[in-house]
C-alpha cells in the first residue's frame, strides 16, 4: 500500500473513532455542555487538556522553530510548559472550588459588575477567535500536503468534523475525543523521533539520546568522526557562521526573559485552559489533572528539542555542499510541497547552506519548470546578499522525519493523522469557550436571563455551530494578520486576565474599580505596543527602538505588571468590596465548603 | 468543625508552599536557563551542557516535579486541617 492510501486510511479510522466517541458520550444538559458535568477523572483530564493545548503549531512547527534558533528556541519549551506550574498552584483548585461555568462569569462575581464580566467576555472571544482560525487553516494545510486535496475542501472536511462533535458533544464529548486525540498525535511525534534517535546515536530514548555520542551508523551516515552530537552540531553551525547551538545568540537576554515570562503568564490567563480546571470531579482532581496535563505535553516538549537537533545537524550534514543529484529522496518529495527549494547561485551543481535568506519574500514556484539539474524553479527573487543556496521550512522538520529514517509509509500517514489531531483538538476546545461565553455570559445573564435549561443548551449549540462556520471562513481566507495575532493572543492574557484572578484569589481588598482599571491600562498599553511596532510602524521594530530592548513578543509582561500595580494602586485608593464578595473569596480559599 | 484560627494558619501554610516552590520555578527557567546559562554551560552533564539542559529540558522536567509535590503536600495539609472534600 503506497502512502496516500495509508493516510486515507489512518485519518479515516481516527475520524471515525472521533465520531463514534462523540456518539457515545453526547451533552444532554447545560453542565454536561459547559464543564463535562464536572465528572472528568483527572488523568483523562490531563490527557485533554494536554492535546486542546499541543496545536498545530506545537506538532508541526515547534520542532523546526527551535531547531533553527538553537538555545534560544528554549523560550517556547520554558514558556509554553511553565505556566501549568502557575496554574496548579495559583488559579486552578480556587476557580474550582468556585464551581461555575465560565471565566467571565468568575470575573463578574469576584468584581460584583456587570461590565467586568462583559469587559471578560470580549476579551476571551478575542483570544479564542484569532487561536482558532490558525487551527482551521493548519487543518487544510496537513490534508492537502497529504492527502492532495485542495487546502479549503480541508478545511470543510475539519469543520464538518469538528461541527458534528463539539455541537453534540459539548465539553463532555471534546473531553473524550481529544483524550484520543492525544494518544494519536502524541504515538505519532515519538515514532519517527525514537527511530531517528536510534539511527543517530544508538539511544532509543531521544531525550538522552541527543545529549550523547553518535553511533557507528550515525557517523558513516553523517559523515563525521566520533563525538557529542551535541558539538558536532555546534561545529557545524559555526563553520558555516552561525553562532553555536547549544548558546543563545540572536536575541538578548532580557528579551528572552520577558517573551519566556509573557509565554507562561499568557498560558495561564487562557481561557480555553482555566476552563479545563472546571471539569474535574474535586478540587484536589483540579490540582493532579494540572500535573497530569504537564507531563503529557512535557513528553512532546522534551522530544521537541531532540528533533531539533537531530534535524538540524542531519539536514545541512546531508545537504550541504551535495549535489541536487546525488540529494536524498526526502528532499525532492517534499520539494513538491514548496516546503524546501534550491537555487544553484554559484552554479555549481552543489547545494550550499549559509546564513541569510535564500530568497526575498515569500517562496513560490514557476508552474512545472524545471532548471538545469532537474530542480524546481522558484520565482521569487534571488536574494544575492549572501551564499545561501536553500529554502528550508520550519515545518519540514517534522514533516518528513519518518522519510528520513527510512520508516514505512504507515508512519507517514501517522504523522498525518497526528498533525489533524492536534490541531482538531485544539480548535475544539476554543469554539467550546466562544460558545459558552455567548450562550451562558450573554444570553443566559445579559439577553435573556429567563431562558430555560433546554433552550440554553439549543443556544449554546447553536453557538457553537456558528463559532464553527466562522472558524472554518477564517480558515479558508485567512486574515494575513493571523500570524502575528497569535503573540496578540498572549499578550492580552498575560496583561488582563492573568493578574486580575490571582488578585481576585489572593487579596480580598481588590476592588472593582481596581480590577476594572487594572485590565484597561494592561491591555490598553500591550497593544498599543505591539500594534505600533507590527502594524502602523514595522520598519522601526528593532532592539534599538523597543522599550528596554523588549519586542514585541514580550511586552505582556510589562502589560501585566502595569495591571497589577494599576489594580492595588486604585483598589487601595476606592471602597472595599462588599462582605458577601469578602466571604466568596474566603471560600475559595478552602476546599471544603464552609458555612 | 474547625475554628477561624485554623483556616488562617491553613491559608498561611499553603502560601509558604507555594512562594517555597515558585521559587524554585524562577530559579531553574529564568537563572539556571536564561540568566546563568552561559557560565553552566561551562559543566557538562550527560553530554549536555548544563545550561543549554536547563532550557532544553531540565525546566520542563522540574516543573512536573513541582507540580507533583505541590499535589502531595496539599493533600496533606488539607487532611491536617480538617478542611479536605468530603
Redesign the interface.
Given at each position: 500500500m503506497g502512502i496516500l492510501a495509508w493516510t486515507w486510511v489512518i485519518v479515516g479510522v481516527t475520524f471515525s473513532l472521533y465520531i463514534g466517541i462523540a456518539i457515545w458520550s453526547r451533552a444532554k444538559t447545560t453542565g454536561d455542555f459547559y464543564v463535562a458535568a464536572k465528572q472528568i477523572h483527572p488523568v483523562m483530564n490531563g490527557m485533554a487538556t494536554g492535546a486542546d493545548w499541543m496545536s498545530a503549531a506545537s506538532f508541526i512547527s515547534m520542532a523546526g522553530l527551535i531547531s533553527f534558533m538553537g538555545?534560544d528556541g528554549?523560550?517556547y519549551?520554558?514558556g509554553w510548559?511553565?505556566g501549568?506550574?502557575?496554574l496548579?498552584?495559583?488559579l486552578a483548585?480556587y476557580l474550582r472550588k468556585y464551581g461555575k461555568y465560565t471565566v467571565p462569569m468568575f470575573v463578574g462575581e469576584r468584581y460584583y459588575s456587570q461590565s467586568a464580566r462583559v469587559v471578560a467576555v470580549l476579551c476571551a472571544i478575542f483570544v479564542s477567535f484569532t487561536y482558532v482560525a490558525g487551527q482551521m487553516r493548519g487543518v487544510g494545510v496537513v490534508f492537502s500536503r497529504f492527502l492532495e486535496v485542495p487546502i479549503n475542501t480541508g478545511v470543510i472536511i475539519g469543520m464538518a468534523i469538528v461541527f458534528f462533535y463539539a455541537v453534540l458533544g459539548g465539553m463532555k464529548g471534546i473531553t473524550y475525543t481529544q483524550v484520543a486525540q492525544y494518544c494519536v498525535l502524541i504515538t505519532a511525534y515519538l515514532i519517527p523521533a525514537i527511530f531517528i534517535s536510534i539511527m543517530l546515536t544508538g539511544n532509543p530514548i531521544p531525550?538522552?539520546g541527543y545529549?550523547?555520542?553518535l553511533s557507528e551508523n550515525g557517523m558513516r551516515l553523517l559523515g563525521t568522526d566520533a563525538g557529542?552530537?551535541?558539538d558536532k552540531l555546534n561545529q557545524v553551525q559555526m563553520d558555516l557562521g552561525f553562532s553555536a547551538y547549544?548558546?543563545?545568540g540572536a536575541k538578548s537576554?532580557i528579551d528572552?526573559?520577558m517573551i519566556?515570562?509573557a509565554l507562561m503568564v499568557g498560558t495561564a490567563g487562557l481561557p480555553h485552559i482555566i476552563i479545563r480546571f472546571f471539569t474535574t470531579p474535586?478540587?484536589?482532581g483540579a490540582?493532579?489533572s494540572?500535573?497530569w496535563a504537564?507531563?503529557f505535553i512535557?513528553i512532546l516538549?522534551?522530544t521537541a528539542?531532540a528533533v531539533a537537533s537531530f534535524a538540524r545537524l542531519n539536514m545541512i550534514k546531508t545537504l550541504h555542499n551535495t549535489s541536487y543529484a546525488e540529494a536524498p529522496s526526502w528532499f525532492k518529495n517534499w520539494e513538491k510541497t514548496g516546503l524546501i527549494a534550491w537555487k544553484d547561485k554559484n552554479g555549481d551543481g552543489a547545494m550550499q547552506y549559509a546564513k541569510g535568506t535564500a530568497f526575498k519574500g515569500k517562496v513560490a514556484f514557476a508552474a512545472n519548470e524545471v532548471g538545469p539539474y532537474g530542480e524546481k524553479v522558484v520565482s521569487t527573487p534571488i536574494d544575492e546578499s549572501n551564499a545561501n543556496e536553500l529554502y528550508v521550512d520550519n515545518d519540514i522538520m517534522v514533516l518528513a522525519n519518518p522519510e528520513i529514517a527510512k520508516l514505512p509509509a504507515w508512519v507517514i500517514a501517522l504523522v498525518a493523522a497526528g498533525g489533524l489531531a492536534a490541531a482538531l483538538s485544539t480548535a475544539a476546545g476554543l469554539l467550546l469557550v466562544i460558545a459558552s461565553a455567548f450562550s451562558h455570559d450573554l444570553i443566559k445573564n445579559v439577553v435573556a436571563p429567563n431562558i430555560s435549561e433546554k433552550g440554553e443548551l439549543i443556544a449554546a449549540r447553536v453557538a457553537a455551530g456558528g463559532a464553527v462556520i466562522v472558524a472554518g471562513i477564517f480558515g479558508i481566507y485567512p486574515p494575513g494578520f493571523v500570524a502575528q495575532v497569535v503573540a496578540f493572543a498572549f499578550g492580552l492574557a498575560a496583561s488582563s486576565f492573568f493578574p486580575v484572578i490571582i488578585l481576585g484569589v489572593f487579596w480580598k481588598r481588590a476592588s472593582k474599580e481596581g480590577a476594572m482599571l487594572g485590565m484597561i491600562c494592561g491591555i490598553l498599553f500591550t497593544a498599543a505596543y505591539i500594534i505600533y511596532f507590527k502594524f502602523v510602524n514595522p520598519s522601526a521594530n528593532k532592539a534599538d527602538n523597543w522599550l528596554w530592548g523588549i519586542s514585541p513578543e514580550g511586552i505582556g509582561t510589562i502589560g501585566m505588571v502595569i495591571n497589577f500595580v494599576v489594580t492595588i494602586v486604585v483598589s487601595k485608593m476606592t471602597k472595599e468590596p462588599p462582605m458577601e464578595v469578602q466571604k466568596m473569596v474566603?471560600s475559595l480559599?478552602?476546599?471544603?465548603q464552609?458555612s | 468543625m474547625a475554628g477561624k484560627q485554623d483556616?488562617e494558619a491553613?491559608?498561611k501554610e499553603?502560601l509558604t508552599y507555594?512562594v517555597i516552590?515558585?521559587a524554585i520555578?524562577f530559579s531553574v527557567?529564568?537563572l539556571c536557563?536564561?540568566?546563568f546559562?552561559?557560565a553552566l554551560?561551562h559543566i557538562r552533564?550527560?553530554?549536555?551542557?548544563l545550561?543549554?539542559?536547563f532550557?532544553?529540558?531540565g525546566?520542563?522536567?522540574i516543573?512536573?516535579i513541582?507540580?507533583?509535590v505541590?499535589?502531595k503536600l496539599?493533600?496533606a495539609l488539607?487532611i491536617k486541617y480538617?478542611?479536605?472534600?468530603?
Open positions: 538555545r528554549s523560550m519549551l520554558m510548559t511553565g501549568y506550574v502557575l496548579a498552584m495559583l483548585p531525550q538522552f545529549g550523547g555520542s557529542y552530537l551535541l547549544t548558546s543563545g537576554t528572552v526573559f519566556t515570562f474535586t478540587i484536589k490540582r493532579a494540572a500535573g504537564l507531563l512535557a516538549y522534551t528539542p474566603a480559599r478552602y476546599p471544603r464552609i | 483556616f491553613y491559608w499553603n507555594v516552590l515558585l520555578w527557567s529564568y536557563g536564561i540568566v546559562a552561559d554551560d552533564l550527560f553530554g549536555f551542557p545550561g543549554f539542559w532550557a532544553n529540558q525546566s520542563e522536567v516543573f512536573v513541582l507540580i507533583a505541590y499535589v496539599m493533600n488539607d480538617d478542611v479536605h472534600e468530603q
